[in-house]
């Protein structure tokens, strides 16, 4: 059989698992969904946000993309946060990182990645942002697992830059901001980050006239 044909399988086994358990799951699924995050992670394979967080299907609106990066002239992000924030209402947007991100490794070499260099230069900023900090960590890894914190408190910070998300506060106190960072070599969640609704964010970046 080949891997495409074992997803199909897969995937007949889980659905009729799924209707064993509860005859209604997916007519209740397919009417309506109610989550209450939005989770904001890496691409990478191991970071599965429904597994880590044992969380179902209908629980958690996701985005992903390389090194879970808020750039505010992505369109993608912005429609998705745009949607969840003022649609779905979600209570909690989570921005989660993960030690030995592909993403984060690369952007702190001068190596050449073609298009992938204008989606790493975001990194790159975040590094130079805290370079004293950052080089004041002994090891390769220490500086990188430190960029990787760093990197998530940023996009966190981020979220709060947009309009998006002070309108919402300013009307709907809600959402919490979170940044995580996920350990691939236990499995466990590390609290990196927290703004609440109206916390004070730097005034050049707050909206009038919401
Ligand atoms: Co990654």
């Excluded at 659905?15 to 397919?30: G, I, Q």
């Excluded at 429904?50 to 992505?74: K, Q, Y």
């Excluded at 709060?160 to 466990?188: C, F, M």
Aim: hydrophobic share 35%; glycine share 6%.
């Amino acid at each position: 059989m080949n891997s495409i044909d074992k997803l199909f399988l897969e995937n007949k086994a889980w659905a009729n698992e799924r209707r064993k358990d509860d005859p209604s799951y997916f007519k209740r699924l397919s009417e309506i969904q109610t989550p209450e995050f939005l989770w904001i992670g890496c691409s990478d394979s191991r970071v599965p946000a429904n597994e880590i967080t044992g969380t179902d299907p209908g629980e958690i609106f996701v985005h992903r993309n390389i090194a879970n990066m808020v750039v505010h002239t992505d369109l993608n992000l912005l429609s998705v946060l745009g949607y969840a924030v003022h649609h779905l209402k979600v209570q909690h947007v989570i921005v989660c990182g993960h030690y030995g991100c592909g993403g984060v490794k690369a952007a702190v070499t001068q190596h050449n990645f073609g298009i992938i260099n204008k989606w790493l230069r975001n990194i790159k900023d975040v590094k130079r942002l805290h370079q004293s900090e950052i080089e004041q960590l002994p090891t390769d890894e220490q500086q990188l697992n430190r960029l990787v914190e760093l990197n998530v408190e940023e996009q966190v910070i981020h979220l709060a830059k947009t309009s998006i998300i002070q309108k919402a506060w300013q009307y709907h106190h809600r959402p919490s901001l979170h940044g995580w960072v996920y350990n691939l070599e236990d499995g466990l969640l590390k609290k990196i980050k927290e703004i609440q609704p109206n916390d004070v964010i730097d005034d050049l970046y707050c909206y009038d006239n919401l």
